[in-house]
């Protein structure tokens, strides 16, 4: 007796290992054909900062938008928009450290879009596919128009000006409230920028000089 049901333990053992090595296996299938990874990687390389350091002008606001509507599709695909967005960049000659950023960069703001009720709206979804700024529907937001900002001023870091890490869904009202002045903060994300290649070590120099003279003020 003790046997047989030792024999059927090991059997169940066996089998539930089987089913864990399937679903690892369908797993990595699904994600190896991840349709979204091929319908963003172009649309990042307009934002690499290979591409935009070198002088690209087809990167826009309108392709940053369009490139948070595939990522919101690709999550409610079942797709992690994080992932896809961090492989597509890879994909399009990113560095590893680059690829990192861009894919924090997307899956944040498309958060920041769901908080904001954008894809409560079907048209926003429809408006946002062909690059157009969607409006807002949370509480105390009503209609606001929300468009790309920045959280380093292209004025002081203009080869920056496109770069998805430095690109942020906001209400247009609060980025006409952002300004071009040079702080601690600003020396610090120039800072990590300027390891990652994003900015010139010749615009970290200027913001850091700036922001020196701005705190003597």
Same mark, same amino acid.
């Given at each position: 007796?003790?046997?047989? #049901? !030792?024999? *059927?333990?090991?059997?169940?053992?066996?089998? !539930?290992?089987?089913?864990?090595?399937?679903?690892?296996?369908? *797993?990595?299938?699904?994600?190896?054909?991840?349709?979204?990874?091929?319908? &963003? *990687?172009?649309?990042?390389? @307009?934002?690499?900062?290979?591409? /935009?350091?070198?002088?690209?002008?087809?990167?826009?606001?309108?392709?940053?938008l369009?490139?948070?509507?595939?990522?919101?599709?690709?999550?409610?695909?079942?797709? %992690?928009?994080?992932? $896809?967005?961090?492989?597509?960049?890879?994909?399009?000659?990113?560095?590893?450290?680059?690829?990192?950023?861009?894919? =924090?960069?997307?899956?944040?703001? /498309?958060?920041?879009a769901?908080?904001?009720?954008? !894809?409560?709206? #079907?048209?926003?979804?429809?408006? &946002?596919?062909?690059?157009?700024?969607? *409006?807002?529907?949370?509480?105390?937001?009503?209609?606001?128009?929300? /468009? #790309?900002?920045?959280?380093?001023?292209? /004025?002081? =870091?203009?080869?920056?000006? !496109?770069?998805?890490?430095?690109?942020?869904? &906001?209400?247009?009202?609060?980025?006409?409230? @952002?300004?071009d002045?040079? $702080? %601690?903060? $600003? #020396?610090?994300l120039?800072?990590?920028w300027?390891?990652?290649?994003?900015?010139?070590?010749? %615009?970290?120099?200027?913001?850091? $000089?700036?922001?020196?003279?701005?705190?003597?003020?």
């Amino acid at each position: 007796m003790i046997q047989k #049901v !030792f024999a *059927t333990l090991l059997i169940a053992a066996a089998l !539930f290992g089987c089913y864990q090595l399937y679903l690892e296996y369908a *797993t990595s299938q699904r994600l190896a054909r991840n349709p979204w990874l091929a319908r &963003m *990687t172009p649309l990042i390389r @307009l934002h690499t900062a290979k591409e /935009v350091k070198g002088g690209g002008e087809k990167a826009s606001e309108s392709s940053y938008l369009r490139l948070l509507y595939l990522a919101w599709q690709a999550s409610e695909d079942g797709y %992690s928009a994080l992932d $896809t967005a961090k492989r597509a960049a890879a994909a399009a000659g990113a560095e590893q450290s680059e690829a990192a950023r861009i894919g =924090a960069a997307i899956h944040e703001n /498309v958060q920041i879009a769901k908080s904001m009720g954008v !894809f409560d709206d #079907v048209g926003n979804a429809v408006g &946002m596919e062909r690059g157009e700024p969607p *409006t807002a529907h949370a509480k105390g937001w009503e209609d606001e128009r929300l /468009v #790309v900002g920045y959280n380093l001023s292209p /004025v002081l =870091a203009p080869e920056a000006a !496109f770069a998805i890490p430095n690109l942020r869904l &906001m209400p247009e009202s609060v980025r006409d409230m @952002l300004t071009d002045r040079a $702080t %601690s903060a $600003t #020396v610090e994300l120039a800072r990590k920028w300027v390891v990652d290649k994003i900015i010139y070590p010749e %615009s970290y120099r200027a913001i850091a $000089t700036q922001a020196e003279a701005n705190a003597r003020q």
